[in-house]
């Protein structure tokens, strides 16, 4: 059996490898039309921007990345607008990485970096390019105006948050069970709601883009970056909250294990559990320092959720 993690990893370097072939199928078969290039770099900045402002959904992240793409998908067609949003998630995560996080940007060399920029690109192309496909609206609006768009296009959105909401919900289970998550059901609403409640807008910026052109990819993205700055912030918020409310829990517990015991396997057991909880950690160890022999003693290891015997 694969342990959690590594399937986990395992997923993440099939969404990737899969976005990736996608973006490639799509310029091989689907036919090519006119580029808009002027609206791509539209989609591509707007991608960018949004991949700034992700939520804290489901022990992941969660953006609106999905707005534009399905809104220029229906415009342009699936495949030149996959490009153009891989292009800007790509330039946005590393201006994230670099600018905003202040990373190293020699981490960036590493293949996990890649791995998961690929995995975010993957999330938004592969539902994209499929439910497209599926339906077969490969060619856009601007050239297909007779498209019915709140009855084909309508089945078609569904089919994409379907696709995009079961990405996010496969590596969730992979990793955690719903039952033991008290916060499960509300991420779940949430992401359902933001799914759900996006698609009358898109397929109405989608039918008045004959009349206004650009500026309803502007409306269409705009909202969507206010929307998203909005969730984050409440997200952090939220999130700083419920950490100091951990953190001042898990001082207690422990002050009241020191107080009532003394056995040391016991008072080890107690700040496993309660560490791990605090920080969202499966990887904890306790070493213990004997001046005698000036060596450190593993008295708790556990690694990936599991219990190790280091010497």
């Known amino acids: 059996m694969i342990p959690l993690h590594q399937a986990d990893r395992y997923y993440r370097i099939i969404i990737a490898i899969s976005g990736f072939f996608l973006l490639i199928y799509g310029l091989i078969w689907f036919p090519q039309a006119e580029i808009h290039w002027g609206t791509l770099f539209i989609l591509a900045i707007f991608a960018g921007l949004l991949i700034q402002f992700p939520t804290k ?8 990345v999905q707005i534009v793409a399905l809104g220029g998908g229906f415009i342009l ?5 996959a490009w153009a949003i891989a292009f800007g998630m790509v330039a ?3 201006f994230r990485w670099i600018v905003r996080e202040k990373r190293s940007w020699r981490r960036l060399l590493r293949i996990n ?7 975010k690109v993957g999330l938004i192309c592969i539902p994209l390019v499929i439910s497209f496909s599926l339906y077969g609206h490969v060619i856009g609006t601007t ?26 919900l496969a590596p969730y289970f992979l990793k955690w069970s719903a039952k033991k998550d008290p ?45 998203a700055y909005l969730l984050h912030k409440i997200s952090n918020t939220q999130i700083e909250h419920e950490r100091r409310v951990r953190e001042l829990s898990t001082i207690n517990n422990i002050s009241q294990s020191l107080r009532s015991n003394l ?8 700040i496993d559990q309660q560490v791990t909880q605090l920080l969202e950690v499966n990887n904890i160890y306790v070493a213990l320092y004997d001046p005698n022999t000036d060596k450190l003693w593993y008295r708790l290891a556990v ?3 599991e219990r190790q015997h280091w010497s």
């Open 57 to 64: 959904l489901l022990k992941g992240e969660v953006g609106l």
């Open 183 to 227: 916060k499960f059901r509300s991420d779940f609403g949430y992401l359902l709601a933001i799914e759900l409640l996006s698609i009358p807008f898109i397929l109405l910026v989608v039918e008045i883009y004959s009349e206004v052109g650009w500026k309803s990819l502007a409306l269409l993205g705009g909202a969507a970056i206010i929307t």
């Open 113 to 119: 970096a890649w791995i998961n920029i690929g995995y």
């Open 77 to 81: 067609s699936p495949s030149p607008t």
């Open 263 to 270: 056995d040391l396997e016991e008072l080890l057991f107690v």
């Open 92 to 94: 946005g995560i590393i």
């Open 303 to 305: 690694k990936y959720g």
């Open 143 to 168: 050239v297909a105006p007779d498209f019915a768009i709140w009855t084909s296009g309508l089945i078609l959105a569904l089919t994409f948050a379907v696709l995009h909401m079961g990405s996010h």
